[in-house]
């Protein structure tokens, strides 16, 4: 365990007056890792905090020419079902600078797809309570498609739906990925022509 006295990644607890014990990492791969602090919490309280830490992940709202949604339907071994969602990827393999080009080499691997304008939208935090990640979310446009390059162990089947379809799914649950769904749902305004809120 690694000793600290601050919070220099989390000045706001620091602020807030929680204190660190030390960190350990009891798990760590190419994918993601596990954090534990101990912590002293505002009143005195002796506690610990488990996260799991990743790398940034790009989510992507596919729009093709004619003005329709890729969806992906994908086999999830963690739930053992088939999953509606948006394509997206995690950076842990990702070497270059613009998260724009990670949106690139997903939309060619799950969907086959090509797009004239990638637009990013925003970042937020699919798992507040446990995972300590950045999922950023662009809209790509102008995609057509072609032959998908799915990685080893991807089991993807693509469908195009209209736009009211597509976030329809996304509201009655249907999409049950909460990142896909909220995706979707934040780039409502875009899709309907409007500004992003």
């Not at 004239?116 to 809209?139: M, Q």
């Not at 990685?151 to 509201?171: F, K, N, S, T």
Request: hydrophobic share 40%; aromatic share 8%; charged share 25%.
């Amino acid at each position: 365990m690694t000793a600290a006295s601050e919070l220099t990644d989390k000045p706001t607890a620091r602020g807030l007056g929680w204190q660190l014990r030390g960190t350990s990492y009891p798990y760590r791969d190419q994918y993601l890792a596990l954090r534990r602090d101990e912590l002293t919490w505002p009143d005195g309280t002796p506690g610990s905090y488990v996260t799991i830490e990743i790398h940034p992940v790009v989510v992507v709202v596919p729009v093709t020419v004619d003005g329709k949604i890729v969806l992906i339907r994908q086999y999830r071994y963690t739930v053992d079902d088939w999953v509606w969602e948006v394509p997206a990827g995690g950076s842990h393999d990702f070497d270059g600078d613009d998260l724009a080009d990670l949106v690139r080499r997903e939309l060619r691997e799950e969907i086959g797809g090509e797009a004239t304008e990638i637009t990013h939208v925003g970042v937020y935090h699919p798992a507040i309570g446990k995972l300590n990640a950045d999922f950023h979310l662009y809209l790509a446009t102008g995609v057509s498609l072609g032959e998908a390059e799915p990685e080893v162990g991807e089991m993807i089947q693509i469908h195009i739906v209209p736009v009211e379809q597509a976030l329809a799914m996304a509201r009655d649950g249907t999409i049950a990925s909460s990142s896909s769904a909220y995706a979707l749902l934040r780039c409502e305004p875009l899709l309907r022509g409007g500004q992003v809120v």
